[in-house]
């Protein structure tokens, strides 16, 4: 089985770009056979140099770019009508033209990811629509960074990250295809809370938000732990379709071949995931040392071999 997928992103970061260059990355060094058909962006070129970046990544990759501005097609509607709207007017009008803008190019699987305008019910029924969120299914709701923020503000002991099958009932939430969960009061983050904990003294949360903001050593940590099993879980995700255990048909999740509705948990899988990984990496770099090795040890003996035939033709 192949899977032609369609990546849909705001770009609205460095994360954005860093987690789909990690798993495209995994994905063709895993040799699966998994297409990209597009990469579709609600921000055109030259609009923030953070998705232009992510544009230059697409173009190296060679995967199909397509643009279309939510900002700019907003301006345009309140200028046309003199009212700002409702938010769902336009975000309905706004993707039947996405709708239009990739009719062209066929794909199994709409997946969002850091992707900000809500898709509609129409867009939903065209498309198996997937959801990717940095937060658990019962977790804090909003972007990345607010989750982040509230798993602080309310001292959580654990986080983590979900992919939703999104539905025509429920176009925000759906329901849950696969989760992975990780601990944020384990032993290496207590000099992080610590840390919080004293500055907390002369500050309130608000006013660190306003003042270090994502250069809160906290903040930082809870974000690279859940960088490094996010790309994984959307592989193992990705795998498990390839492999006809999971399947995502009429809008509804089937996992063993029975109907789910909570979602599988691949922490474990995940963690064996990133073993194998490392294991592959070590054998990697050992074969790329041997050859070093035995590439030094042949011009050593050309190096000898050289200097006993001078010393040959000097005997003669």
């Avoid at 097609?73 to 336009?90: K, M, R």
């Avoid at 709409?110 to 629509?129: D, N, Q």
């Avoid at 498990?240 to 071949?257: H, N, P, S, T, Y």
Wanted: aromatic share 8%; hydrophobic share 30%; with cysteine.
């Amino acid at each position: 089985m192949s899977l032609t997928i369609g990546w849909f992103t705001t770009a609205e970061d460095t994360k954005a770009h860093d987690l789909f260059t990690a798993t495209y990355s995994t994905i063709q060094n895993l040799g699966l056979d998994v297409h990209f058909a597009y990469i579709f962006c609600n921000r055109r070129k030259g609009e923030d140099p953070k998705s232009d970046q992510f544009f230059s990544s697409v173009q190296d990759f060679g995967i199909n770019l397509i643009t279309h501005s939510s900002r700019e097609f907003q301006g345009s509607q309140h200028a046309q009508t003199g009212e700002t709207g409702n938010l769902s007017d336009w975000q309905e009008e706004y993707h039947n033209q996405v709708i239009e803008k990739i009719s062209s190019y066929p794909i199994d699987i709409a997946l969002l990811v850091g992707y900000t305008p809500a898709v509609t019910v129409e867009f939903i029924k065209r498309h198996t629509t997937v959801r990717f969120r940095s937060a658990l299914p019962d977790g804090p709701s909003g972007n990345w960074p607010t989750v982040i923020w509230q798993l602080i503000g309310t001292r959580s002991a654990v986080s983590g990250a979900t992919l939703y099958l999104l539905t025509e009932e429920d176009t925000e939430w759906g329901v849950p295809i696969a989760y992975c969960h990780y601990p944020i009061r384990k032993r290496e983050f207590s000099s992080y809370w610590h840390d919080l904990d004293r500055k907390m003294k002369n500050q309130s949360l608000a006013q660190l938000i306003a003042t270090e903001g994502e250069d809160l050593p906290l903040f930082k940590a809870i974000k690279e732990a859940g960088e490094d099993l996010e790309s994984p879980l959307l592989i193992l995700t990705i795998k498990d379709i390839l492999r006809g255990i999971l399947k995502l048909e009429d809008q509804k999740v089937i996992r063993d071949d029975q109907p789910q509705s909570s979602g599988g948990c691949l922490t474990h899988e995940i963690e064996d995931f990133l073993i194998e990984q490392e294991d592959d990496d070590e054998e990697d770099e050992q074969d790329q040392q041997d050859e070093e090795e035995t590439g030094d040890g042949s011009k050593e003996e050309g190096e000898e071999e050289g200097e006993l035939a001078e010393e040959e033709l000097e005997t003669i």
